[in-house]
């Protein structure tokens, strides 16, 4: 199976600061998927990678892979209170075809104003 | 924009009984998931199905659990004797694709709570 590690677990910054959540693989990353979660309701998808290097961005939201495909961080620049919710990590095991996603365990931002 | 819908949002059982979780997929889309969070634990894949039959099971979905697309529609999991360690949030979710492409689209959830 694929282990999916994010950290930190949990974050509060105030409203306008930048901030970075990472997803760490214990597998190449075939496809990483970046998702938010808001407590106790469904899965809004944010953004996928699949190439090393690859960088996406959305509004303030920034995702990254990196060139070993192992790690992704979402960044999030200026933010706001709108961004507080549990961000989650998925990935496509290599060489699946199959869609099974793996998850990390979330990262809960809290944005104070 | 379309979207997965599910019903119903919240399902209070008891140990034993079935329970039948209800999904409409986004219309064009042709592959189906069923995914399972226990408060406070991971998101976990209980299934995938496509061209009406299961592609992958976790070792979660055991005898008690199926799954079904009994229209063009609809795609349901069926919990058939509920117990306690069942409870948690169901989410369905549909992809255009298997590949990983594809993304996966969730719907909001059903919350079951077996007593």
């Known amino acids: 199976s694929q282990e999916l590690e994010q950290s930190p677990q949990s974050l509060i910054v105030q409203e306008g600061k930048n901030l970075t959540i990472n997803c760490t693989s214990s597998?190449?990353?075939?496809?990483l998927y970046w998702y938010k979660q808001k407590y106790g309701e469904g899965l809004i998808f944010l953004m996928m990678?699949?190439?090393?290097?690859e960088e996406k961005s959305h509004e303030k939201i920034t995702a990254k892979l990196d060139e070993k495909k192992q790690q992704s961080s979402l960044h999030i620049t200026a933010s706001q209170p709108s961004h507080a919710g549990i961000y989650l990590c998925?990935?496509?095991?290599?060489?699946?075809?199959?869609?099974?996603?793996?998850f990390g365990r979330g990262t809960q931002l809290t944005v104070w104003p | 924009e379309p979207e997965v819908t599910q019903t119903p949002s919240h399902q209070v059982t008891q140990m034993g009984q079935e329970v039948i979780l209800r999904c409409v997929p986004i219309?064009?889309?042709?592959?189906f998931y069923w995914y399972r969070q226990i408060l406070g634990q991971k998101v976990e894949f209980l299934v995938s199905?496509?061209?009406?039959?299961?592609?992958?099971k976790s070792e979660i979905f055991d005898d008690q659990f199926s799954v079904e697309r009994p229209d063009g529609s609809n795609f349901t999991l069926k919990i058939r004797s509920t117990k306690l360690e069942d409870s948690a949030m169901y989410f369905c979710?549909?992809?255009?694709?298997?590949?990983?492409?594809?993304?996966?689209?969730f719907g909001p959830g059903t919350r079951l709570l077996v007593l």
């Open positions: 979710a549909s992809s255009g694709d298997r590949g990983h492409q594809e993304t996966q689209y």
């Open positions: 597998k190449t990353l075939y496809g």
């Open positions: 990678l699949q190439k090393g290097g």
């Open positions: 998925g990935a496509a095991p290599r060489g699946s075809t199959l869609g099974r996603l793996y």
């Open positions: 219309s064009n889309h042709l592959y």
């Open positions: 199905f496509y061209n009406n039959e299961i592609s992958e």
